[in-house]
């Protein structure tokens, strides 16, 4: 397979040009059977991804605080009925 095509293949048939350039990362366009232009494909950025939310900090703002040992035990009394 070669990477270069002729005017009339780009003006027909750019799926072919179009696989040709991305299997050879750049093609020559002929005009008459002389190259007169190169075509390249444009170097592909790396998409930025958002950062991941933190999710401890999400739960921790949201959970109440735990309850002191003590606060448990007189919880629990109450609950029981000891009191």
């Not at 075509?39 to 991941?52: E, H, I, R, S, V």
């Not at 900090?57 to 606060?71: D, G, T, Y």
Request: net charge positive; aromatic share 4%; no cysteine.
């Amino acid at each position: 397979m070669s990477n270069s095509v002729t005017i009339r293949e780009l003006r027909t048939d750019f799926r072919s040009v179009k696989r040709k350039i991305e299997h050879h990362g750049q093609v020559i366009i002929t005009d008459n059977g002389v190259p007169s232009y190169e075509l390249k494909a444009l170097p592909q950025k790396p998409k930025k991804l958002p950062p991941m939310p933190d999710y401890m900090a999400r739960l921790r703002k949201r959970q109440p605080q735990p309850m002191s040992e003590e606060k448990t035990r007189e919880l629990w009394e109450h609950e029981r009925g000891d009191r």
